[in-house]
């Protein structure tokens, strides 16, 4: 039964009554050698009764999922785990999608220097960035540029980036002009309950935003950022070290969702990941972010860093209804892009459940923009640097997925009626994979999924209905049915791709692209390439029902990789047949509104 609206009315007062004492008859709620959960139940007035029931500190409510984030000691969870009418998940840790060691594993291929660039920014001096030769032409890269010059920068859509904050204030190279009317809302979810936020002490938050729609130009009058446009709205999700929780995550999921209608939100990207640790649906991150999709927002997610290695898509990325975005470098030539490759690494699929990811990939090595010079990130992996107009260069599939979430600001300004759905298609059918000179595929699907994601491809394509076929949202968080992909593994343990009856793999031979075997030279260069035909007969996204009663015939077994050993089970959880309300929230949590 879908609890969810009347959960809005009830929720802050069951919280109150739970921080002051536990509801009459049940005991204080107490701290002592207690661990971070999220308990999830038929509605989140259930959970938080539930919790005080027996003595726990329900933190935050989290009615995306109809769940509480809880402190609760050793005794106290196995009491919760024990009841049917519940989950029990840990309140895992989650990372930003842009580390140090891409980041310096990329600058050290060649001499870094640093190098002075005039910029067309009203008032801005010479812009100083740390970089490896020269800076690449992102925006260019994914085909921005024509759509920027007939006036198409993301005007009117607004980008919920949930990360670790923003602090523009003492970077000209924003054309900070501009971003003060742009940016709408700022959250705080890191540590408190909705608070305001204004600085970004970790600076990965201000970097991937700045590379999403920066307003900066540079001498030739072209913006640095994708949707020099878009509109944003700064959830901090992780403290000044980059440290971040699923609870701090899903509590910014749920405020977006909450004011979506407000702020006119169409976008969120998540930098973000964690390994995966069950299946898709049995994630409570997942579970929010899929009730972010049902409600009719786009979300595009990083792949993760973890590849080159096959069954590398960090969660959300593992959710078959998103974006998930790998990475691409152009090799510090940006003037060249015969040699752009794939990042090595940039995440691989196929998911566990059989899913052909990343859907598409862009540009992610040695990306540039701004973020403090004081803060963490900079100062680990550059130092000090004093000059305050310092842009800098950032690896990975955090920076891959800012650029993605610009395209798809571009296109829906273009087209502000596309359903989330609808939006992956166009962002698919518009890519270009990358090819060999025979004209076949560089990269298996599982490494580059549609190819590298190109905004004038996508706003130009008729292509329709192409995405999330024979998926259902709705049954997905009712937890009524799952669902699994097309691919599979072969007796070599070459990963491949079923055609739609189950049986038999596109081709045998490993070098048609379709096949991934991990033997790939990933530095070698390919162009991309909008030439190649996909397959009518292949659908990217559509899936087969997931269910006891399906089964794999003797052609087409899945493989024990996607068994999950005890090892990757939810350490502190427990299954049941509880269903997951499926009706988006209509109206902002109480006292989260900025």
Not at 223 to 230: K, L
């Amino acid at each position: 039964m879908n609890h969810r609206i009347r959960d809005r009315l009830v929720v802050a007062a069951c919280a109150l009554a739970l921080s002051a004492a536990a509801v009459a008859g049940q005991h204080a709620p107490t701290r002592l050698a207690s661990k971070h959960f999220i308990v999830e139940a038929d509605s989140t007035a259930t959970a938080l009764r539930l919790v005080g029931s027996v003595g726990g500190h329900a933190s935050r409510p989290l009615p995306i999922i109809n769940a509480v984030a809880a402190d609760l000691s050793a005794g106290q969870s196995a009491k919760l785990k024990s009841d049917s009418r519940l989950r029990v998940y840990d309140d895992r840790a989650v990372t930003a999608s842009a580390t140090k060691k891409q980041t310096v594993a990329m600058l050290a291929t060649v001499t870094a220097a640093q190098q002075s660039f005039a910029t067309g920014a009203t008032n801005s001096p010479p812009v100083q960035f740390l970089s490896s030769n020269t800076a690449p032409d992102t925006a260019a890269m994914v085909g921005a540029p024509a759509l920027h010059a007939a006036g198409t920068v993301g005007t009117g859509v607004t980008i919920a980036m949930l990360d670790t904050g923003f602090s523009p204030e003492t970077k000209p190279t924003f054309a900070f002009d501009k971003w003060g009317s742009r940016v709408l809302a700022r959250v705080d979810f890191s540590a408190t309950q909705g608070g305001t936020v204004v600085t970004d002490a970790y600076g990965h938050g201000t970097q991937i935003t700045s590379v999403a729609g920066s307003g900066a130009k540079d001498s030739g009058g072209n913006y640095y950022g994708i949707a020099p446009g878009a509109n944003f709205v700064i959830v901090r999700a992780f403290d000044g070290s980059g440290a971040g929780s699923y609870s701090n995550v899903i509590s910014g999921l749920n405020w977006i969702v909450a004011n979506r209608t407000k702020y006119n939100i169409r976008i969120i990207n998540l930098s973000l990941g964690a390994t995966p640790q069950s299946s898709y649906w049995d994630d409570p991150l997942n579970q929010a972010v899929m009730a972010a999709w049902q409600a009719g927002i786009v979300v595009v997610v990083a792949a993760g860093n973890d590849g080159p290695a096959a069954q590398t898509i960090d969660v959300p990325g593992n959710v078959p209804y998103v974006i998930t975005v790998g990475a691409v470098s152009d090799n510090h030539t940006p003037n060249n892009p015969s040699d752009d490759h794939l990042a090595s690494f940039s995440s691989t699929g196929p998911t566990y459940e059989g899913f052909v990811k990343p859907e598409v990939v862009a540009p992610g090595g040695h990306i540039l923009a701004s973020m403090p010079n004081s803060s963490t990130l900079a100062t680990e992996i550059f130092g000090a640097i004093t000059d305050p107009y310092t842009q800098f260069p950032l690896s990975g599939t955090s920076q891959a997925a800012a650029v993605t979430s610009g395209v798809v600001a571009l296109l829906l300004q273009q087209q502000p009626a596309l359903t989330p759905d609808e939006v992956k298609c166009k962002l698919m059918a518009g890519a270009t994979p990358a090819l060999t000179r025979a004209g076949t595929l560089a990269y298996s699907v599982f490494q580059q999924g549609a190819g590298i994601v190109n905004a004038m491809g996508a706003v130009n394509t008729s292509a329709t209905g192409c995405a999330n076929q024979g998926l259902n949202i709705g049954a997905d968080l009712a937890g009524t049915a799952h669902f699994g992909g097309p691919a599979n593994q072969d007796a070599s343990g070459n990963f491949y791709v079923m055609n739609m009856t189950g049986s038999v793999p596109f081709a045998a031979d490993p070098t048609d692209g379709f096949t991934w075997s991990g033997a790939f030279a990933w530095n070698q260069g390919y162009t991309w390439s909008d030439a190649y035909v996909w397959s009518k007969a292949y659908v990217w996204s559509k899936a087969y029902v997931w269910s006891k009663a399906y089964t794999w015939s003797a052609t087409a077994v899945w493989s024990q990789a996607y068994v999950w050993s005890k090892s990757l089970t939810w350490a502190n959880s427990t299954v049941s047949t509880t269903s997951l309300s499926t009706q988006p929230l209509s109206a902002p949590f109480p006292a989260q509104e900025e």
